[in-house]
């Protein structure tokens, strides 16, 4: 079971935009960084999004992050179907010293 | 580039031992935490521990500590991870990770990609 939460899928149309919620305690994503990975399929993870809103250089601007009190989300616009993929977020957690991942959430463009 | 070749995974009976390894090139091995983290068979991601730069600090998920070891040798630029009394649970894609900082609480900014552990008798 994870800590961090988020929906197990979402979906939206070529062209639009979508969020995706990460929702954490005060111990994890109330008082650390939110990082985000992108896992496309049969491949290892990327770093899409660090420190909640930094975008790695390589990275389309089409994606983007936020932060605020306990929770986190990432932004995707302009949807393309090379975008479908399933997403993460993680964040330190200081009451279990250690990384936490969210379920992951699985996008697909219609 | 960055390039991190983990080895070591394979098929393991339940109670057994196995021993991770990470080859890391293309950058300043030293410098920078390294983890492991692991994916079941259709699941999600789940971080298994982390090792400081220097290895003098480590930290590992509830699931693993007492069993798991991560340890690293700055001279041969390879990360490790032993892991003991495997179980079912354990099976999984084991992914070395690499840290954009020296911090552990800092994000991973690349990853291999993964070996494979099997526990079943």
């Known amino acids: 079971q994870s800590v961090l939460t988020q929906p197990p899928s979402v979906s939206e149309a070529p062209r639009q935009r979508v969020t995706i919620s990460c929702s954490g305690s005060?111990?994890?994503?109330?008082?650390?960084?939110v990082n985000w990975y992108q896992q496309l399929p049969g491949k290892a993870p990327k770093l899409l999004i660090y420190y909640d809103y930094l975008l790695p250089s390589g990275v389309s601007d089409r994606f983007s992050g936020s932060r605020s009190g306990t929770s986190a989300s990432l932004a995707i616009s302009g949807l393309q179907s090379e975008d479908e993929a399933d997403y993460y977020c993680?964040?330190?957690?200081?009451?279990?010293?250690?990384?936490?991942f969210g379920g992951g959430t699985k996008l697909t463009v219609l | 580039e960055v390039q991190l070749l983990e080895s070591g995974g394979g098929l393991v009976q339940p109670g057994g031992s196995l021993t991770l390894s990470c080859a890391a090139s293309?950058?300043?091995?030293?410098?920078?935490?390294v983890s492991w983290v692991r994916q079941a068979p259709g699941k999600g991601l789940a971080w298994v521990s982390v090792?400081?730069?220097?290895?003098?600090?480590?930290f590992y998920a509830d699931s693993v500590k007492g069993r798991f070891t991560i340890s690293r040798d700055n001279s041969k630029n390879t990360l490790y991870l032993q892991m003991n009394t495997l179980r079912a649970d354990d099976t999984a894609v084991y992914f070395c990770?690499?840290?954009?900082?020296?911090?552990?609480?800092?994000?991973?900014?690349?990853w291999g990609q993964g070996t494979l552990v099997t526990v079943s008798s």
């Open positions: 990770a690499k840290y954009g900082s020296s911090s552990v609480k800092a994000f991973i900014d690349y």
């Open positions: 090792i400081s730069s220097s290895g003098g600090s480590t």
């Open positions: 993680a964040a330190w957690d200081d009451s279990l010293n250690g990384v936490i």
């Open positions: 293309g950058f300043t091995f030293s410098s920078y935490a």
């Open positions: 005060s111990s994890n994503i109330g008082n650390n960084a």
